[in-house]
């Protein structure tokens, strides 16, 4: 044989055919990347010790509370309701009677008796005549019992008086005569400065007026109301038995429920 003649090697014909390639092993419960890395198979799971957990315990809302909130809930709305009410009938009775404050004015004042007593009281005794005007078309007033007019001089009561009682008709114009008397106390000091003002010529008089009143609204009589006053007089002179000239009258009237 030759030196370049070349050995090929021997096929058995009667050998058996070689087994196929076989897939990687996989352990069961670990699943294969999306990418096909093995390395990202999920690691197999470990049984674990039995854990004994505490059964969760669910509370019912208490009955009580929820019929507590209910009521509270209706108690709101019948009061916001019973308020609405309220305001919707006043806004009416507004618009049907459209009420006005009485109007008073302190026409004069008379001094009957200004004097000092044996025991150095101030006795005096006074007569205002006041005008008192209804403005009101379909409104009357009931001037009832209880009213208070009382004559102050710096703090000082000089003397005290009621209106009577009586019915002031729609529009109507009323002038009220009312007798006033009063004694007060420290009364030397008293008319000496009474006297002192009276030379200047502006003594400074404080009436003040308390009426309770009823209001008419057509035929139904509301409850009773207060006119609360009060008048800033200026006078000349305090001189008894004399027609006192006011040089200035000031008042303000308010309504206290």
């Known amino acids: 044989m030759t030196e370049n003649q070349r050995i090929h090697p021997v096929v058995n014909m009667e050998a058996p055919p070689p087994p196929p390639p076989t897939r990687p092993l996989v352990p069961r419960g670990s699943f294969k990347s999306e990418k096909g890395d093995p390395t990202g198979l999920q690691q197999p799971i470990i049984n674990q010790p039995f854990r004994r957990t505490a059964p969760v315990m669910y509370s019912r809302p208490s009955t009580k509370r929820s019929c507590c909130c209910k009521c509270i809930c209706w108690t709101i709305s019948l009061i916001i309701l019973l308020l609405i009410i309220i305001a919707a009938t006043a806004g009416i009775l507004y618009l049907v009677f459209k009420p006005k404050i009485p109007q008073y004015s302190v026409d004069n004042l008379r001094i009957s008796d200004l004097r000092l007593n044996f025991d150095m009281s101030l006795y005096a005794k006074f007569n205002v005549r006041i005008t008192a005007v209804n403005p009101n078309k379909k409104i009357g007033i009931y001037y009832e019992k209880g009213s208070h007019l009382s004559v102050w ?17 729609h ?10 008397t009063g004694q007060s106390q420290y009364g030397n000091t008293l008319m000496s400065a009474i006297q002192e003002a009276a030379q200047t010529g502006r003594i400074p008089l404080d009436l003040k007026i308390e009426v309770p009143v009823s209001v008419k609204l057509g035929k139904l009589k509301l409850r009773k109301v207060r006119i609360m006053g009060d008048c800033l007089l200026i006078v000349d002179s305090l001189s008894a038995n004399s027609l006192v000239r006011i040089k200035a009258s000031t008042c303000k009237f308010r309504l206290k429920l």
Do not use: E
Request: positive net charge; glycine residues 8%; charged residues 20%.
């Open 153 to 169: 001089y710096k703090n000082t009561q000089l003397c005290k008086g009621s209106i009577p009682k009586f019915y002031q008709g």
């Open 171 to 180: 529009r109507n114009r009323t002038v009220l005569n009312v007798d006033l």
